[in-house]
């Protein structure tokens, strides 16, 4: 959830590491912090509440020489969000630092064991307790830093990827992994630390990815030495780096979140790219190919994910059991990790994470893979924790997304569930050739359709205006597109604080119905399809009720247009792919009244990007 950042080299440190961590703040913005040690062997520690900016100006008259150094931002689980909360933390002597992304679960009982060696605290932080632990380590055991770090660990309960300084050894960082992501890149006589790639791709293109419960030891001059908590030695494996910098900026852009849905034609194609051959009339996924058998035989599929992917998961339900007739369940990874589920070794758990690092996914896959299923991840992030675990899987490679409010990566993940259903049905010959050959050659139609919806932009910024007033939405939709409406709330509630929940459109009548009112804006998914006429139904019934329409319709259509306050045509397009084109007007309209209610839309209060802890 947090970002950590460190180098060790022969540049100047302190502008690594701030730009190190810009880019990583969208993980967390509570605070920030960043350690250095000087040319004279000091260590000094900076830290402020707020964002990476608030840092920047309290270390303006600071002294920030130094060549090796480590840094953080804060999305807070322990202690409030505050200057002394903030990371690295000190050890009681202030001879070492740490910075950590993670919960330490037992942090309560080491803490008490060190109050009773006589050690005090001055933070309400678990991670105070894991430095302060290491450096009763390291005293009592006589032992070097590594060592002391390793032993510690052995007594940690929890996740952490963490970076350690030692002002005696002013030449080294150790780091370590266990359950959030920690990847060095490699330079010229020069080592990057970071949470993910993003801080490093403007040094290096050659990155070593930390796997869980490793240690990492990166020494001046010296090659990166790699060992277990268990004090096995790993031989590092360099690989090379898929992302750009140019990826990583705004582009023109006002906000990350509005370039990220202004990519969703492009970042489609390249999702499709060499997958989707309308030449050929076919679909050609590896991940697919590789374990035909195992989708074959499937018995149930599950589908295991979190927010934004829950919901791509949702539509896949419907796309797996329409195509390929086998049972699906969609589970929020979080209650299916403990709810003791029934898992059978011809099942095919199909896990859908953005970054490839949320923590609850992570276990929820450790459980299916224990109990024998096959596991099939869909990522964007090559190289992630959860593609690493799985069987198999997809890559969506949409590049970067760095709005916290996900956008092109949902796209993206249904574009790659359905081309799944596709090949699965296909194979299983429940799915007939004419359908497939009609829906896949209008997948490749799809890209298309997202620009033409993405004109309506200037419509849609100003029609957002209207509703800046609004304290509650509701959005309904069928079938397909149930799904988008609870993605349309969920994209609304995180930018621009508006409570607003997403239903089925005919549960409506079972208790929603009593919100509506002249002042309850109600977002109704209506596309034509084999749902069209219930749900014109249900919008009549908002209308008698003097409910405020704003409607997803198919371009051409009149019934729904006019019983409408606002209307957005979308194209026209085969059913199971209307999601991907009626969530980008939502998107939209979300970003507009965020901006209009002059919202923090790339960083929303209390959210961060990927989840790395429970």
Not at 129 to 148: G, N
Not at 432 to 444: A, H, K, V
Request: aromatic share 8%; with cysteine; net charge negative.
């Amino acid at each position: 959830m947090c970002g950590i950042v460190g180098y060790i080299g022969n540049q100047d440190a302190y502008p690594i590491l701030i730009k190190g961590l810009h880019r990583l703040e969208y993980r967390g913005y509570d605070s920030a912090g960043v350690a250095l040690i000087n040319p004279h062997g000091q260590l000094n520690i900076y830290k402020a509440k707020g964002k990476v900016s608030e840092l920047e100006k309290f270390a303006e008259d600071k002294d920030i020489s130094g060549h090796i150094g480590i840094a953080h931002t804060r999305w807070a689980t322990h202690g409030e969000p505050n200057q002394v909360n903030a990371h690295p933390h000190f050890s009681e002597s202030e001879q070492l630092a740490i910075i950590h992304n993670g919960i330490i679960e037992n942090y309560a009982l080491l803490k008490e064991g060190l109050m009773q060696h006589g050690y005090t605290f001055r933070s309400t932080t678990d991670t105070e307790v894991l430095i302060q632990l290491i450096e009763y380590t390291q005293r009592t055991s006589k032992t070097d830093l590594r060592t002391a770090v390793q032993l510690a660990l052995n007594q940690v309960v929890g996740a952490y990827a963490i970076a350690v300084l030692d002002k005696q050894h002013p030449d080294t960082i150790v780091a370590a992994r266990k359950g959030s992501p920690l990847v060095v890149g490699v330079g010229d006589n020069e080592y990057f630390l970071a949470s993910d790639a993003t801080p490093i791709v403007e040094y290096t293109d050659k990155v070593i990815y930390i796997e869980d419960e490793e240690i990492v030891l990166l020494k001046k001059g010296e090659e990166p030495q790699i060992t277990t908590i268990s004090n096995v030695s790993k031989t590092p494996e360099i690989k090379k780096l898929e992302i750009t910098l140019n990826q990583l900026e705004k582009g023109g852009y006002a906000h990350f979140m509005l370039k990220e849905i202004f990519e969703q034609p492009q970042t489609l194609r390249v999702s499709m790219r060499g997958r989707v051959n309308i030449d050929r009339d076919c679909i050609a996924l590896s991940g697919f190919i590789d374990n035909r058998e195992r989708f074959l035989n499937a018995k149930r599929i599950i589908i295991t994910a979190c927010g934004t992917s829950w919901h791509a998961g949702l539509i896949a339900m419907y796309c797996i059991e329409e195509f390929a007739r086998i049972p699906v369940e969609v589970e929020y990874s979080s209650e299916f990790r403990y709810r003791k589920p029934v898992i059978n070794k011809d099942d095919v758990v199909i896990a859908i994470s953005q970054s490839g690092e949320t923590a609850d996914t992570l276990a929820a896959i450790r459980l299916a893979k224990d109990a024998g299923a096959f596991i099939f991840s869909i990522c964007n992030v090559v190289g992630a924790s959860i593609p690493r675990l799985s069987d198999s899987g997809c890559y969506t490679h949409v590049g970067p997304e760095i709005g916290v409010a996900s956008t092109k990566a949902f796209t993206a993940q249904v574009t790659a569930l359905i081309m799944l259903s596709l090949c699965i049905g296909k194979e299983k010959g429940t799915l007939d050739n004419e359908s497939y050959l009609r829906i896949l050659r209008e997948l490749g139609n799809i890209p298309d359709h997202i620009s033409k919806v993405l004109q309506q932009n200037d419509r849609l910024a100003r029609f957002a205006q209207m509703f800046t007033y609004a304290q509650n939405f509701i959005y309904l939709g069928r079938g397909y597109n149930y799904p988008v409406a609870l993605e349309g709330a969920l994209k609304l509630k995180e930018i621009s604080y508006i409570h607003a929940e997403g239903y089925p459109a005919a549960e409506m009548k079972h208790g929603p119905i009593a919100l509506i009112s002249q002042e309850m804006p109600v977002v109704v998914i209506a596309p034509h399809g084999s749902t069209y006429d219930k749900i014109v139904s249900n919008i009549q019934e908002i209308k008698a009720r003097q409910g405020k329409i704003i409607s997803i319709v198919t371009e051409g259509d009149t019934q729904v247009t006019e019983m409408s306050d606002f209307c957005i045509p979308i194209p026209k397009t085969e059913e199971c792919l209307t999601p991907i084109l009626s969530v980008i007007p939502l998107q939209l309209l979300a970003y507009h009244i965020a901006v209009a209610k002059e919202r923090d839309v790339d960083q929303p209060r209390n959210l961060a990007k990927s989840v790395t802890v429970e």
